[in-house]
């Protein structure tokens, strides 16, 4: 079992960037498949990214592709969303989620095939 604590989320200008973090506490965080989520205001949370256990392999929304990078640091059981050249449209709260099983590439955008979720930061960008 994990439990997941999002930080460094913000009110930020458009054009401006952030580095959300997510700490786990539990055993074996390195067996994790990892992923940010997000949800806006009367919409349905969706992918924004995600990161296989090893760290050798990262998805992107297509959204986000270009200005957001992913990644993990197994020893200090912490995974990243690096967000640069906001925009006034991801404005959300930002969710990490995690998950034991070993995910196919289709399954790491699904969020209900993650069992562990954080309690969320909120992003703001200012237009």
């Known amino acids: 079992q994990v439990q997941l604590v999002e930080s460094g989320g913000g009110l930020v200008q458009a054009g401006g960037s952030l580095r959300l973090s997510c700490v786990a506490s539990?055993?074996?965080?390195?067996?994790?498949?990892l992923a940010w989520f997000r949800q806006a205001p009367g919409k349905e949370r969706e992918f924004v990214a995600a990161?296989?256990?090893?760290?050798?392999?990262?998805y992107y929304a297509d959204s986000v592709k270009g200005r957001f990078t992913i990644s993990r640091d197994n020893a200090k059981k912490t995974m990243y969303l690096q967000t640069n050249s906001l925009k006034p449209e991801d404005t959300a709260v930002y969710y990490c989620?995690?998950?034991?099983?070993?995910?196919?590439?289709?399954?790491?955008?699904?969020?209900?095939?993650?069992?562990?979720w954080g309690q969320g930061t909120q992003v703001t960008v200012s237009s």
């Open positions: 989620a995690a998950d034991r099983r070993l995910f196919g590439p289709s399954q790491f955008a699904v969020a209900t095939m993650y069992m562990y």
């Open positions: 539990g055993r074996s965080f390195s067996d994790y498949e």
């Open positions: 990161i296989t256990w090893s760290g050798s392999s990262t």
